[in-house]
């Protein structure tokens, strides 16, 4: 419906929808009635002529002669009212008999047709009249017969009619219009107590719920899924505290062990030497700050989607290969063994995003694993992706941990006090780095203790 202004509820949107409605349906169903009342009117008035053409045709057979009606001793023979008059007319148009009334008042313009018919006209003196002409015979002659009467009381019953309509639809229409109202009103007043309740729920409130009412279905179906998109949102609030609580205490320590060591450097005569170390250590948290920026800018780089892998042909056994021998200072620390059992093929993919994911994964397999143990890595080639698998005979992650291993800044150890952890932000540079050459990372307990880290990639972006 376009209307000239815009309403701005829903409620008087649905009551004028409504009104509308209900005045197309009472107006149609009013022109009906009328329509029907008004054939009626005249269907019975015409029947009503028709008795009287046949009654006159009666009175008027004794008094028939070839001259038209003769009366005795000039005598009427039919007396006229107000309700009917009569002509009578020859087949050939010539007026055989005029009663009274019919005299005084002809109607002007208006033949005598050879068939039957029912009309409404204007007399001489500028009244409405209904006139019926029907051909009948009397006393064996053929005549056209002609009853007119006036229309004044049909007329006025429709007239009456109108009037009713004219008066009582708009009334109808302003009542039902109001009861629209209202009924949307009380329609749509679970929805408003809805929007009352939701208003209340601030970001410290997210654990509240709208109540959901059974017996509004629709109404229910809105706050089921507002109470959804609630749950979801304080998931995520949980963990974005979470995040910054962690990523806070992961830049605080560093920070904490700069201020320290150069406050003791400073506090007493330290010699050069002294110097030097406290120096090497405060360097050696400075990388360890840089390197956490770093991976933070990367990850929230790759966020927004800013980062563009720069795909090369690479021998996926070399680059295994390489960062093992980068790890192995490590591994040799803890007298740890590192095995490889990597299958010799390419892949497409950008080399220092996967280094990075590899590394990760070997770093953590190392560090958590006990001195003496063997570390597995084993790498295939399947039809369109590589399996790469990181075995390790560690500790293994407790179910509490699972669901978290891979949320940035996340470690098993809450305390964050144990050596040899690192920021916990390894395993999630690691899954981005697979989720960004089409895989994925998981994590499985292996049959006796340990973990197995599955990375998988794509050889070649999709077509
Ligand atoms: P971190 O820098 O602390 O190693 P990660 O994101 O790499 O951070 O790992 C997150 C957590 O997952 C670690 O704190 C550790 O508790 C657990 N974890 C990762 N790899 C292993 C593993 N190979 N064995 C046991 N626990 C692991």
């Given at each position: 419906?376009?209307?000239?202004?815009?309403?701005?509820?829903?409620?008087?949107?649905?009551?004028?929808?409504?009104?509308?409605?209900?005045?197309?349906?009472?107006?149609?169903?009013?022109?009906?009635?009328?329509?029907?009342?008004?054939?009626?009117?005249?269907?019975?008035?015409?029947?009503?002529?028709?008795?009287?053409?046949?009654?006159?045709?009666?009175?008027?057979?004794?008094?028939?002669?070839?001259?038209?009606?003769?009366?005795?001793?000039?005598?009427?023979?039919?007396?006229?009212?107000?309700?009917?008059?009569?002509?009578?007319?020859?087949?050939?148009?010539?007026?055989?008999?005029?009663?009274?009334?019919?005299?005084?008042?002809?109607?002007?313009?208006?033949?005598?047709?050879?068939?039957?018919?029912?009309?409404?006209?204007?007399?001489?003196?500028?009244?409405?009249?209904?006139?019926?002409?029907?051909?009948?015979?009397?006393?064996?002659?053929?005549?056209?017969?002609?009853?007119?009467?006036?229309?004044?009381?049909?007329?006025?019953?429709?007239?009456?009619?109108?009037?009713?309509?004219?008066?009582?639809?708009?009334?109808?229409?302003?009542?039902?219009?109001?009861?629209?109202?209202?009924?949307?009103?009380?329609?749509?007043?679970?929805?408003?107590?809805?929007?009352?309740?939701?208003?209340?729920?601030?970001?410290?409130?997210?654990?509240?719920?709208?109540?959901?009412?059974?017996?509004?279905?629709?109404?229910?179906?809105?706050?089921?899924?507002?109470?959804?998109?609630?749950?979801?949102?304080?998931?995520?609030?949980?963990?974005?505290?979470?995040?910054?609580?962690?990523?806070?205490?992961?830049?605080?320590?560093?920070?904490?062990v700069l201020r320290t060591t150069g406050q003791l450097a400073l506090g007493h005569d330290a010699n050069v030497s002294?110097?030097?170390?406290?120096?090497?250590?405060?360097?050696?948290?400075?990388?360890?700050?840089?390197?956490?920026?770093?991976?933070?800018?990367?990850?929230?780089?790759?966020?927004?989607?800013?980062?563009?892998?720069?795909?090369?042909?690479?021998?996926?056994?070399?680059?295994?290969?390489?960062?093992v021998d980068q790890c192995l200072v490590l591994a040799d620390e803890k007298q740890q063994h590192v095995e490889l059992?990597?299958?010799?093929?390419?892949?497409?993919?950008?080399?220092?995003?996967?280094?990075?994911?590899?590394?990760?994964?070997?770093?953590?397999?190392?560090?958590?694993?006990?001195?003496?143990?063997?570390?597995?890595?084993?790498?295939?080639?399947?039809?369109?992706?590589?399996?790469?698998?990181?075995?390790?005979?560690?500790?293994?992650?407790?179910?509490?941990?699972?669901?978290?291993?891979?949320?940035?800044?996340?470690?098993?150890?809450?305390?964050?006090?144990s050596q040899p952890g690192g920021a916990g932000l390894g395993l999630p540079i690691a899954r981005w780095a697979a989720?960004?050459?089409?895989?994925?990372?998981?994590?499985?307990?292996?049959?006796?203790?340990?973990?197995?880290?599955?990375?998988?990639?794509?050889?070649?972006?999709?077509?």
């Amino acid at each position: 419906m376009n209307l000239p202004f815009r309403p701005s509820t829903l409620r008087i949107r649905l009551a004028l929808w409504y009104t509308a409605a209900l005045a197309v349906v009472l107006l149609c169903y009013a022109t009906l009635i009328y329509v029907a009342m008004s054939r009626t009117v005249w269907n019975e008035l015409d029947e009503r002529l028709h008795h009287e053409v046949e009654t006159s045709e009666g009175l008027l057979q004794p008094y028939w002669t070839a001259r038209g009606v003769v009366a005795p001793n000039g005598a009427s023979v039919l007396d006229d009212d107000d309700e009917r008059w009569l002509q009578v007319w020859s087949v050939d148009g010539a007026v055989l008999f005029e009663s009274p009334v019919a005299r005084q008042r002809p109607i002007p313009g208006l033949a005598a047709p050879d068939f039957n018919i029912a009309r409404s006209w204007v007399d001489i003196t500028g009244r409405a009249v209904r006139i019926k002409d029907e051909r009948g015979h009397i006393a064996g002659s053929p005549v056209i017969v002609r009853v007119a009467t006036e229309e004044d009381r049909q007329r006025k019953e429709l007239g009456n009619i109108l009037w009713y309509m004219a008066f009582g639809l708009p009334a109808f229409i302003a009542v039902a219009g109001y009861g629209g109202y209202r009924l949307a009103s009380f329609a749509l007043a679970p929805v408003q107590r809805l929007v009352d309740e939701s208003t209340s729920i601030t970001a410290d409130h997210l654990s509240q719920r709208l109540p959901v009412d059974p017996r509004t279905a629709e109404v229910a179906q809105i706050a089921r899924a507002f109470n959804q998109t609630l749950e979801r949102l304080e998931t995520s609030f949980n963990q974005l505290r979470t995040f910054t609580a962690n990523a806070s205490h992961e830049l605080r320590t560093p920070l904490t062990v700069l201020r320290t060591t150069g406050q003791l450097a400073l506090g007493h005569d330290a010699n050069v030497s002294e110097q030097r170390d406290a120096i090497g250590s405060m360097l050696e948290e400075v990388e360890r700050l840089t390197g956490i920026v770093d991976t933070m800018l990367l990850l929230a780089r790759a966020d927004a989607g800013q980062l563009r892998l720069e795909r090369q042909p690479i021998d996926v056994a070399a680059l295994v290969q390489s960062v093992v021998d980068q790890c192995l200072v490590l591994a040799d620390e803890k007298q740890q063994h590192v095995e490889l059992q990597v299958a010799s093929g390419t892949a497409l993919v950008d080399p220092v995003v996967l280094r990075m994911a590899i590394a990760n994964l070997v770093h953590n397999a190392i560090r958590y694993s006990p001195a003496g143990s063997t570390i597995t890595i084993r790498a295939t080639s399947q039809r369109d992706h590589w399996t790469i698998e990181f075995e390790d005979e560690g500790p293994g992650i407790a179910a509490e941990h699972r669901p978290h291993i891979f949320d940035r800044f996340y470690r098993a150890d809450a305390s964050r006090s144990s050596q040899p952890g690192g920021a916990g932000l390894g395993l999630p540079i690691a899954r981005w780095a697979a989720e960004a050459h089409g895989g994925a990372i998981t994590w499985r307990q292996n049959a006796g203790d340990g973990s197995t880290f599955c990375l998988t990639f794509r050889t070649q972006p999709p077509a």
